[in-house]
């Protein structure tokens, strides 16, 4: 038996996972946790520097990082990447303005530590679909060049955190994605 393998059926027994919320300031990762939660959405205020939130869904226990999208704590993501499972990037489909920064933040995150994100899922939430003008999740996948992803599965999933349309599906996907990659049982 590998090493892998003892790794992995641990992992199996604990059925913990660490979840990654990133994105551009503003996209709505923090009303994306809230609406999983069941929580309310009248006080959402940003996110500076980083919360951690605990979900059980599907007999596994998440704990979910929220970690703020501001330009200046942008650096500080990769303090972040140890032992992630998945990572649900959030994205404002509304602000096309922001498409080209927002892009190159995904890369940067998929490029730059490659060993310590390598067996994370990425799950590409095209949020505010509600909103008038935002971009279908088809031309995000273009502007972002996600069809270019060689290194990890990966999903794009059109939501709207503030009505909750999709969003629980979202993340159905990304809890299936994790189990058939690290759960043999």
């Not at 946790?33 to 007999?59: A, Y």
């Not at 200046?72 to 649900?88: A, C, H, I, M, S």
């Not at 404002?92 to 995904?106: I, K, Y």
Request: hydrophobic share 40%; with cysteine; glycine share 8%.
């Amino acid at each position: 038996m590998g090493l892998l393998s003892i790794l992995q059926k641990n992992k199996y027994k604990d059925r913990e996972l660490r979840i990654l919320f990133l994105g551009l300031d503003n996209a709505g990762k923090t009303t994306t946790l809230k609406q999983l939660l069941g929580e309310p959405l009248d006080t959402i205020s940003p996110t500076f520097g980083f919360s951690i939130r605990t979900l059980v869904r599907h007999s596994f226990t998440l704990n979910i990082w929220d970690v703020g999208g501001q330009r200046t704590l942008r650096p500080y993501w990769r303090n972040y990447f140890e032992k992630t499972d998945g990572v649900v990037w959030v994205v404002d489909s509304g602000d096309v303005t922001r498409m080209h920064d927002c892009r190159m933040e995904l890369w940067n995150l998929l490029g730059e530590e490659p060993q310590r994100l390598a067996s994370a899922s990425i799950l590409i939430l095209a949020n505010k679909q509600d909103v008038p003008g935002a971009l279908a999740s088809d031309d995000i996948r273009k502007l972002l060049k996600l069809d270019d992803i060689q290194t990890h599965a990966w999903r794009i999933q059109p939501t709207s955190a503030y009505t909750g349309e999709n969003v629980n599906g979202a993340l159905d996907w990304l809890l299936e994605d994790i189990r058939e990659r690290l759960y043999y049982y």
